[in-house]
């Protein structure tokens, strides 16, 4: 089956580490993006990828990096300069410009 | 810049009556506009697409939208709901000269039984 796999599900970090979260994809699409999503505030645009090996801030990049060494591949590392990480991320890919994006089932992640 | 307006936070609606979701858009074309599912924990789902044509678009579990230019709006319908509808509603439209969406802030919907 076609799909966006996240993982981990959920992940605990201790303050002041650096965490990567994965994002997977087998559906052959050329963009891939990150979003957090926090309680009242809808989606929040992290970073975003039209092609592999480019990437662009979205919104909200500040202590946050990605990487896009293959197509299929687009981790998220959650630095420790991120003041407020514990959020839940998702992460989504499209075919082409305009076109409908499809999810992850997402990671949730808390700082403790 | 593009922004997408879902005016209702939560909505409490009985099991088997009517629903409707409001989304408004500002976008300087005809837009290409999405509604997406989502329940607790879990990913977007979506629920269903407009890209031109017949303005009342058919989408999965029984919703649909109805896009109407002169109000700006991009509304989602459901004759009957069920508990199983219970879960966050998020309208959508592409950033314009951008591959990337931007989303309405969310309309919770509870099912009362």
């Known amino acids: 089956d076609g799909g966006i796999t996240q993982s981990p599900k959920y992940l605990f970090r201790k303050e002041g580490q650096n965490v990567t979260l994965s994002c997977e994809q087998n559906l052959n699409h050329d963009a891939m993006y990150w979003y957090r999503q926090d309680p009242g505030q809808g989606l929040r645009l992290i970073y975003y990828?039209?092609?592999?090996?480019?990437?662009q801030k979205g919104d909200i990049a500040e202590g946050y990096s990605v990487s896009r060494e293959k197509k299929e591949s687009f981790p998220l590392t959650v630095t420790s300069a991120q003041k407020n990480p514990t959020a839940f991320y998702l992460c989504a890919s499209s075919i082409q410009r305009n076109t409908e994006a499809f999810f992850g089932q997402g990671t949730r992640l808390t700082v403790v | 810049a593009q922004s997408v307006t879902q005016p209702d936070i939560h909505i409490t609606v009985s099991e088997g009556a009517s629903l409707e979701l409001r989304c408004n858009y500002s976008?300087?074309?005809?837009?290409?506009l999405f509604w997406y599912v989502q329940s607790p924990g879990q990913g977007l789902q979506l629920l269903l697409k407009y890209f031109s044509g017949d303005t009342l678009v058919q989408g999965i579990k029984g919703f649909e939208a109805e896009f109407k230019r002169s109000q700006s709006s991009f509304n989602l319908r459901k004759p009957s709901v069920h508990w199983s509808d219970a879960a966050e509603y998020f309208c959508a439209v592409p950033e314009q000269g951008a591959q990337k969406l931007v989303f309405g802030q969310g309309t919770r919907l509870t099912i009362n039984p």
């Open positions: 990828s039209q092609i592999v090996n480019d990437f």
């Open positions: 976008y300087g074309a005809t837009p290409y």
